[in-house]
């Protein structure tokens, strides 16, 4: 069964950093594709950053050159490194994977089969 748990979540302000931690249990993040999302209340979720199975990330458009998707070398645990934090930022951060490759729709949540619980990031002007 597999499991992810989202960590690092918290409050800073504008300009600040955090680092975001997803330990996975049953799963492996280098053969399929993990990937973190986000959501604001009343707001659809939203792709972040995905890493793909050949290695390769993706970035959506507003945290590029800010935030690093990347994983361990045991490939267990995938992070979100977010610099230059600005208040859009805030949001619920979750941590979702699928075994195979997720391709040029890494930004759909639907097909994602594993989701952790989600950890919150708030940023303040």
């Known amino acids: 069964q597999v499991q992810l748990v ?6 800073v302000q504008a300009g600040g950093s955090l680092k975001l931690s997803c330990t996975a249990s049953g ?16 707001k659809a979720l939203e792709a972040v950053a995905a890493v793909h199975s050949n290695g390769s990330t993706t970035y959506t ?7 690093t998707i990347s994983q361990d070398n045991a490939e ?16 619920s951060y979750y941590c979702v994977a699928v075994f195979g490759s997720c391709g040029s729709t ?7 089969r594993y989701w952790g ?3 919150q990031v708030t940023v303040s002007s």
């Open 6 to 11: 989202e960590f690092g979540g918290g409050s």
């Open 27 to 42: 799963y492996t993040f280098r053969r399929d594709c993990g990937a973190w999302f986000r959501q604001t209340p009343g």
């Open 61 to 67: 458009n507003s945290v590029k050159g800010r935030f």
């Open 76 to 91: 267990t645990t995938l992070y979100l490194q977010m610099n230059s934090l600005e208040p859009d930022d805030t949001a």
């Open 106 to 112: 890494w930004y759909i949540p639907g097909q994602y």
């Open 117 to 119: 619980q989600g950890t």
